[in-house]
């Protein structure tokens, strides 16, 4: 089955920093890899998402890239904000279709000091 | 913007009993999960279920659980014999079909955190 390694576990970054997440995934059959945010005690919320058909992708301060080749992919936050700390979720998952099974990493806790 | 929702948001029961957790998946979604997440560690998946029938479920998902959408709207997991390891935030889950033009996002229920005595 699908392994998905999740590093760092922890992140602090000083307010206006760029932080940066990395997430390895070892089924090459993977094609649908969403990124979530969880702040305590509330939901996984998706924060963005990119399929294995490109290569990066990007919503205002967030984006994510892809290496298909190397099997990695990776969550870029610029000018992080106090609102920003939360613990991040990578998943990779083969989606469409009756199965779409995604494998969480297990989560980086990203602390924003003001 | 619809929304996910499950009842109750906590759970305290006595080891050995049997709980039911509920969830009103968003209306025209089609595919429906269950994911379990022990304090502090990541999101597990549990089962998914579509056209009324399981269509896959982890090695988590053993004979004491069961999943049923007895109506149109509700979605439930069943522990039938609770144990204490089963003490975890349970999320349900559901996706529009994308070979109808959904996506493959997974919108999440706020959780129905168990507590097993």
């Known amino acids: 089955g699908e392994n998905v390694e999740q590093h760092p576990s922890t992140l602090s970054v000083q307010e206006g920093d760029s932080a940066v997440i990395k997430c390895t995934y070892s089924d090459s059959a993977s094609n649908y890899f969403p990124w979530y945010k969880q702040e305590l005690g509330k939901r996984p919320q998706l924060i963005i998402d990119i399929r294995s058909n490109v290569g990066e992708k990007k919503d205002q301060r967030i984006a994510v890239t892809l290496n298909k080749t190397a099997k990695h992919f990776s969550l870029h936050i610029t000018e992080t904000q106090p609102e920003d700390s939360a613990v991040y979720f990578c998943a990779a998952s083969r989606g469409s279709g009756g199965s779409y099974i995604p494998t969480f990493g297990r989560g980086t806790s990203l602390i924003v000091h003001p | 913007e619809p929304e996910v929702t499950q009842t109750p948001s906590h759970q305290v029961t006595q080891m050995g009993q049997e709980v039911i957790l509920r969830c009103v998946p968003i209306s025209n979604h089609l595919y429906f999960y269950w994911y379990r997440q022990i304090l502090g560690q990541k999101v597990e998946f549990l089962v998914s279920?579509?056209?009324?029938?399981?269509?896959?479920k982890s090695e988590i998902f053993d004979d004491q659980f069961s999943v049923e959408r007895p109506d149109g709207s509700n979605f439930t997991l069943k522990i039938r014999s609770t144990k204490l390891e089963d003490s975890a935030m349970y999320f349900c889950?559901?996706?529009?079909?994308?070979?109808?033009?959904?996506?493959?996002?997974?919108?999440f229920g706020p959780g129905t955190r168990l507590t097993v005595l």
């Open positions: 889950a559901s996706r529009v079909n994308r070979d109808r033009g959904g996506t493959d996002t997974q919108y």
């Open positions: 279920f579509y056209n009324n029938e399981i269509s896959e």
